[in-house]
């Protein structure tokens, strides 16, 4: 069993930056992949991050590459995502994930087992 809680979201500006965490509990967490997804008004949840439990594999959506980094402390049961230059498009409701049935990197949402309650992240223009 794992449980999840983010924060970090909020209002930020067009080339801005915002820093999520997501804090675990449970024993599984450093086997899990960790991932993150968001969702923004009238869109299906999509993809951004995720990564192994020892950074070994590492996946970014193309629509955040080179300005959105996952990482992880396992020691603090903490999962990130930095986030960088900022767009409008951004703004979504994000939520972190954890695969602890197969420890494999995955894209799809329905392959996570546990999910957090999300964080709204809102780009002003």
């Known amino acids: 069993q794992v449980q999840l809680v983010e924060s970090g979201g909020g209002l930020v500006q067009a080339g801005g930056s915002l820093r999520l965490s997501c804090a675990a509990s449970?024993?599984?967490?450093?086997?899990?992949?960790m991932g993150w997804f968001r969702q923004a008004p009238g869109k299906e949840r999509e993809f951004v991050a995720a990564?192994?439990?020892?950074?070994?594999?590492?996946r970014h959506a193309d629509s955040v590459k080179g300005r959105f980094t996952i990482s992880r402390d396992n020691a603090k049961k903490t999962v990130y995502l930095q986030m960088n230059s900022l767009r409008s498009e951004d703004t979504a409701v994000y939520y972190c994930?954890?695969?602890?049935?197969?420890?494999?990197?995955?894209?799809?949402?329905?392959?996570?087992?546990?999910w957090g309650q999300g964080t709204q992240v809102t780009v002003s223009s």
């Open positions: 449970g024993r599984s967490f450093s086997s899990s992949v």
């Open positions: 990564m192994t439990w020892n950074g070994g594999t590492k």
């Open positions: 994930a954890a695969r602890t049935s197969l420890v494999v990197v995955s894209t799809t949402s329905h392959e996570y087992d546990y």
